[in-house]
């Protein structure tokens, strides 16, 4: 199993990016994924889940902002952050729960397989 994100950078406040998490070794489709942040000196915390049929769940924080999407034929998550601010500057990851058999969640220890991470950083 392997989760290899892409697409971080530097952005400006109310700028956007795209995220990627190329999944291989197991059946996107399958199974609910997620993607996570952590910024210095805080918690890794769920920012967007999205189950085996595309239903979707948010942290309160990126609700209207973000949106989680997949591609199973290309076996590849995305996260597009639309109207980014300062506050969600972080590493963001790329996760696979694949022991998991309930709806979309934010339960980190759900998740057992990580990506290695990609930076976000919102400054002007």
């Known amino acids: 199993v392997q989760l290899a994100e892409s697409g971080g950078g530097l952005v400006q406040p109310g700028g956007s990016l795209r995220l990627s998490c190329v999944a291989s070794?197991?059946?996107?489709?399958?199974?609910?994924m997620g993607w996570f942040r952590q910024a210095p000196g805080k918690e890794r915390e769920g920012v967007a889940t999205?189950?085996?049929?595309?239903?979707?769940r948010y942290a309160d924080s990126v609700k209207g902002r973000f949106t989680i999407s997949k591609d199973n034929r290309k076996t590849t998550l995305y996260l597009q952050m639309d109207s980014l601010k300062p506050d969600d500057t972080a590493m963001y990851y790329c996760?696979?729960?694949?022991?998991?058999?309930?709806?979309?969640?934010?339960?980190?220890?759900?998740?057992?397989?990580w990506g290695q991470g990609t930076q976000v950083t919102v400054s002007s």
């Open positions: 996760a696979a729960a694949l022991d998991y058999e309930g709806p979309p969640t934010l339960a980190r220890a759900e998740y057992n397989y």
């Open positions: 999205i189950g085996r049929v595309y239903g979707t």
């Open positions: 070794g197991f059946p996107l489709s399958d199974n609910v």
